[in-house]
């Protein structure tokens, strides 16, 4: 008789670059106080030297098997494993993971003891840096595990899913259990256990648990799946929810596991929201995870969950777009609720870079001084090429108030780095802009601050402002969000310098002002209204000086390219519209239409309806807002006249706006 009819364990081991650990974890596996069991390493097409090494160990002990394959992932090298396994049992080990050595013993123990399809255990991290043991108390849940051992899972289906993680490394499987439901790894890149884990817990007749630490998971390593969670791994988490559910329904058990795996869903979709850092993963995640669990896996919307933190997000999933969500949670969270921030010294951080600036920096900084709300610092960012006496001026105010501070720049960094650098010094809640020939009214920042106080959901708040010198004119941007963005589709329609916003957009989720583009605050304005709300005050508190600087020829060309390509961004990310190249024209700052092109015209027709459809689509903003802009833009094409700020009007259907007021 074969003796590999007798194995008792199969132990498998995936491997893919694992050369500084799989010695490790190899010599763990094998000096175990028990001695019935195989252990099938599948390298799943390593670049480095694990098999060499694994190699070595074989040469030492028969029970290794090493299987050779093409690189995929570790849910496909699994799948080989247990191919290949000829034990009762199948125990499965990561490569840069260890065991306590009596493992397989008290695995065995219970094995005896009781009748089981599945023996789950506690495990413990390992940190790699400080070769320190801590309790992982996510993948074993003393206080919903039953008195019963072994128990029935389909007794405690409410909460299956909630007593054990579906992590596969913690627990042993009757492989008969396994090979009979046909459960299998999934091939997703990463969370490929998910599927295999759930399976097997709601197929299992009986499971046992056994309260004792049996294996080690290495964190700090820099490559384990831990280390990586809050990269891509989320989103396969939650396609392997969708895999879960098919698998659920294919069996004809969704309905007795529906509540714990509604729950188990819910969680996962929300903590993986709530580990992304920054703004493009968190929006793709929540957008993901949403469409998941209440398109795709059909949870329905009066669904309730009992735990406060998860219900009170559950709700926000419900009710709320990605960008109001931010709004009202992460940035309030990033303000510095649960966090060990530095109490900042000042409430506003006015940036002001300057060049040359010494015949009307005194007004502007004046202006700051003569200020009615007082906790404020400014900061002015020099530029190194200045040769007027700008710096000695500021150097002057310095001497007499404390909260002036000089910057000087180390090299010409030109004027987006200068604000950049500005707002890496600051240490205010908000950044106010301010240039070195405007001038701010002495309520200015009292108003914004209150302003910003008040509506936690707006992250740039602009004000009205009035334009003096070579012309007279008050710009007068739109108040509220809906119409202010809409706006910024196709034009930066802001006072630039006049605007405040709250520092952490850009100490927190690490935005900055493009230091090679022309048009840097057009661009910030449209990358940053997708995360916050961008509002303004409806009052002249900004004064704009207007000199007798003239656009040269090739500057205007080069900045009428980049208005384009950013309108185009813009459409592309909000309505996943193409703007072909060819029609570029129609997005510059300057009209492309005040000679006459029966073609160009035609497409901007076109664009105006797919626009108009594509916003009722994504509910970018309301109807009448999107005509009253799509109107305006018509206008502007035609004529070169601005006037997006002006009154909505109410237009019949989309085809009624293509005119000329």
């Known amino acids: 008789m074969n003796m590999c009819q007798n194995i008792l364990f199969s132990i498998i081991v995936p491997v893919y670059n694992s050369q500084d650990y799989i010695g490790e974890c190899l010599e763990s596996i094998l000096s175990q106080d028990y001695s019935n069991y195989q252990v099938i390493v599948v390298d799943d097409g390593s670049t480095d030297s694990s098999c060499e090494v694994i190699k070595k160990y074989q040469r030492y002990d028969n029970r290794i098997m090493l299987l050779e394959e093409k690189h995929s992932n570790a849910g496909n090298a699994r799948n080989v494993g247990v191919e290949h396994a000829e034990g009762e049992w199948l125990i499965f080990v990561d490569s840069d993971d260890c065991v306590n050595k009596s493992l397989l013993s008290t695995i065995f123990n219970q094995i005896e003891d009781t009748e089981c399809d599945i023996i789950a255990f506690k495990a413990e991290y390992y940190n790699d840096k400080t070769k320190q043991k801590s309790n992982i108390d996510w993948v074993y849940k003393d206080e919903l595990i039953p008195q019963e051992n072994p128990f029935s899972p389909e007794k405690y289906a409410n909460n299956i899913f909630q007593m054990f993680s579906t992590n596969i490394w913690n627990k042993a499987f009757r492989k008969n259990t396994i090979v009979d439901n046909h459960i299998m790894f999934s091939s997703l890149a990463d969370a490929n256990d998910e599927f295999f884990g759930s399976m097997a817990l709601v197929c299992a007749k009986h499971i046992a648990y056994i309260d004792k630490a049996l294996y080690y998971y290495r964190i700090n390593t820099g490559i384990s799946t831990q ?70 896996l059909d949870i329905p919307k009066d669904y309730s969950i009992g735990n406060e933190h998860y219900s009170v997000w559950l709700d926000y999933l419900k009710k709320n777009t990605a960008e109001q969500m931010y709004s009202i949670i992460f940035l309030p969270e990033r303000r510095g609720i649960g966090t060990a921030y530095v109490k900042k010294k000042h409430k506003v951080s006015v940036v002001m870079p300057t060049y040359n600036a010494a015949s009307r920096i005194h007004y502007a900084i004046d202006s700051i001084i003569n200020q009615t709300f007082s906790d404020w610092e400014l900061l002015v960012v020099n530029e190194h090429t200045t040769t007027d006496e700008t710096a000695d001026i500021v150097k002057k105010y310095m001497q007499r108030d404390s909260r002036i501070k000089l910057i000087t720049n180390g090299k010409r960094e030109g004027l987006a780095e200068s604000i950049n650098i500005g707002i890496g010094e600051a240490n205010g809640d908000y950044i106010a802009r301010m240039d070195a020939d405007d001038l701010a009214h002495k309520e200015r920042l009292e108003k914004q601050v209150a302003y910003l106080e008040e509506n936690k959901d707006v992250g740039v708040l602009g004000t009205w402002q009035h334009h003096f010198g070579r012309n007279d004119w008050i710009h007068c941007p739109a108040r509220k969000y809906d119409k202010c963005r809409a706006i910024l589709l196709f034009d930066c329609n802001m006072c630039h310098s006049t605007v405040m916003m709250r520092r952490e957009l850009f100490s927190d989720i690490g935005y900055k002002y493009d230091k090679n583009s022309s048009i840097e605050d057009f661009k910030l304005w449209t990358e940053l209204m997708r995360i916050t709300k961008i509002e303004n005050i409806p009052e002249v508190l900004g004064e704009y000086y207007e000199g007798d600087n003239n656009i040269s020829n090739e500057k205007m060309d080069i900045i009428n390219d980049e208005y384009s390509n950013i309108v185009a961004q813009s459409l592309k990310s909000v309505f996943d519209i193409d703007i072909d190249r060819n029609d570029r024209k129609l997005f510059e700052f300057r009209a492309a239409l005040k000679t006459k092109n029966d073609y160009l015209e035609e497409r901007l027709k076109a664009y105006i309806n797919e626009i108009f459809y594509r916003n009722q689509e994504v509910n970018f903003c309301n109807d009448a807002v999107m005509m009253h802009v799509l109107h305006y833009w018509w206008v502007r094409e035609h004529t070169g006249e601005i006037l997006f700020n002006k009154k909505i009007q109410t237009y019949n259907s989309i085809d009624d706006i293509c005119f000329i007021d």
């Open 227 to 296: 280390d990586n969670a809050g990269r891509n791994a989320s989103i396969l988490f939650i396609s392997a929810l969708k895999e879960i559910s098919g698998g659920l329904k294919a069996r004809n058990l969704f309905q007795y596991y529906e509540n714990s795996f509604f729950e188990k869903a819910i969680v996962e979709v929300i903590n993986s929201i709530i580990k992304q850092k920054e703004w493009q993963n968190i929006k793709k995640v929540y957008d993901t995870g949403k469409k998941a669990l209440f398109h795709d």
